[in-house]
């Protein structure tokens, strides 16, 4: 049962244009949401993230926006860039459970965005 | 300069021979994780750890496993070996709950 789904694989948009990549989620418990950004070759790098408590967070060009009533979140790259060509992976984290619980990232299958010229 | 180290980038094996992947992180981080990425199928959780001597396991833990006898060193361990547990491996950590995490450069392993 897949927790965190991505359902474009690919995403193309033009250098300038705003950029959405889309994820949601079926377990109401997550309580952090993350983004990350993949070159190939590279590891994965943390871009931006929010609170389940928040709907909103903004760090320059990128915005995460999360409708928890709908269990969607969406990153905005505005205006995008070249260097944005990447693999997106949206990534939820489980809240630690009450006693001896650990917690941990669930990642969905990620969006391949091309910033085309 | 603050990073995640994993040794070695790349590595093939045969079935059933033994591995281990290092893992290490010089940022005083409580957490750290394993995962592997195949093609159609994203990040999936080996392991991770809270803190020293904290270990669980994540999605899918079958085959792998780890220690965290001290609190910058993560290894997996791979006690017999099999063709599907070909992938590319990540190492993270993060400070504490709720930040990102960082992650290593990855390590490509081919069992045959």
């Known amino acids: 049962d897949q927790q965190v789904k991505q359902n474009s694989p690919s995403l193309s948009v033009q250098e300038g244009r705003i950029s959405i990549l889309n994820c949601d989620y079926t377990?109401?418990?997550?309580?952090?949401f993350l983004w990350y950004k993949k070159y190939p070759a590279e590891g994965p790098t943390f871009l931006i993230s929010?609170?389940?408590?928040?709907d909103k967070n903004e760090d320059g060009r990128f915005t995460v926006f999360l409708n928890k009533s709908a269990k969607h979140l969406s990153l905005h790259i505005v205006p995008s860039q070249p260097g944005d060509s990447a693999v997106y992976f949206c990534?939820?984290?489980?809240?630690?459970?009450?006693?001896?619980?650990?917690?941990?990232?669930?990642f969905g299958k990620g969006t391949h965005l091309i910033i085309q010229p | 300069e603050a990073q995640v180290t994993q040794n070695p980038r790349y590595l093939i094996t045969v079935t059933g021979k033994k591995l281990t992947v290092t893992c290490s992180q010089n940022m005083n981080h409580e957490y750290m994780s394993w995962y592997r990425q195949d093609p159609g199928l994203g990040l999936r959780q080996i392991y991770y750890s809270m803190n020293v001597e904290v270990t669980d396991k994540g999605d899918v833990p079958e085959g792998y496993k780890v220690s965290r006898k001290e609190k910058r060193n993560f290894p997996l361990i791979l006690e017999s070996p099999s063709p599907n547990q070909t992938s590319l491996y990540f190492c993270a950590s993060s400070l504490r709950q709720g930040f990102g995490y960082t992650f290593g450069s990855g390590t490509r392993l081919t069992v045959v």
């Open positions: 990534a939820a984290k489980r809240p630690r459970l009450g006693g001896g619980g650990a917690d941990g990232l669930t």
């Open positions: 929010i609170s389940s408590i928040k």
């Open positions: 377990n109401s418990m997550f309580d952090y």
